[in-house]
């Protein structure tokens, strides 16, 4: 169990266009659904924590703007990157854990990710 | 916040020797410490994970170990193999309940 479904798992567009990404939990309701992006070679980082039914938290210096998160419903956290530039051309990876009010010790598990190339 | 340091950042074996990677960690209220691997391009794989009332758990060829007086966790890899080879994470979920992750041991396993 604990399956995390990330789609699409590669995009190509052109610079300006706006992407959607979309996190689902397949097997288990997923209250809490975060979104990591990675440059090459580099640890993830965590862009934001996506709580169902509220609005998202997001990491010091990650723009609210730029990187819209909207979780919908218990099985389904969205991305998108608004108006892409190049510099925004990196794989972005979300995960989902059952944690929602409290520290936990849940598993956290990871879609497939997301390689976004902006020309 | 959580801040985690993990070394070594690569780290080359002969096939069947241990693999050592060790991580530290700030936040004292600490309490989950899972281990990830990576591939290139794809997903980081949970391998094991100890939970801060465990001082040491272990999954056939892979062992974890946890310190919480000295605050630094480490994964251990006996009788390597090449599949052995990938990017390797540690993290820590502390009192702010996300995740954060080391900088990533490259391991490589020489046949």
């Known amino acids: 169990g604990a399956v995390v479904s990330q789609h699409p798992s590669w995009v190509i567009c052109k610079s300006g266009t706006s992407v959607k990404i979309e996190c689902r939990s397949l097997?288990?309701?997923?209250?809490?659904m975060f979104w990591y992006r990675q440059f090459p070679k580099q640890s993830l980082m965590l862009m934001a924590t996506?709580?169902?039914?509220?609005?998202?938290?997001?990491e010091q210096g990650v723009e609210k703007d730029k990187f819209l998160i909207n979780h919908a419903s218990l099985t389904l956290s969205t991305l998108t990157v608004t108006s892409a530039h190049p510099e925004d051309s990196s794989f972005y990876i979300c995960?989902?854990?059952?944690?929602?009010?409290?520290?936990?010790?849940?598993?956290?598990?990871f879609g497939d990710g997301t390689r976004l190339s902006i020309l | 916040g959580e801040n985690v340091e993990q070394h070594p950042s690569t780290l080359s074996v002969q096939e069947g020797d241990s693999a050592v990677i060790k991580c530290t960690y700030s936040?004292?209220?600490?309490?989950?410490f899972p281990w990830y691997k990576q591939e290139l391009g794809k997903r980081p794989q949970l391998i094991i994970d100890i939970r801060s009332n465990v001082g040491e758990k272990k999954d056939q060829r892979i062992a974890v170990t946890l310190n919480k007086t000295a605050k630094h966790f480490s994964l251990h890899i006996t009788e390597t193999q090449p599949e052995d080879s990938a990017v390797y994470f540690c993290a820590a979920r502390g009192s702010a309940r996300q995740l954060t992750f080391g900088s990533g041991t490259q391991l490589t396993v020489l046949p």
């Open positions: 097997d288990f309701q997923a209250t809490t």
């Open positions: 936040d004292s209220a600490s309490n989950y």
């Open positions: 995960s989902a854990s059952k944690i929602r009010d409290r520290v936990s010790n849940q598993p956290q598990h």
């Open positions: 996506s709580n169902e039914g509220s609005k998202a938290t997001y």
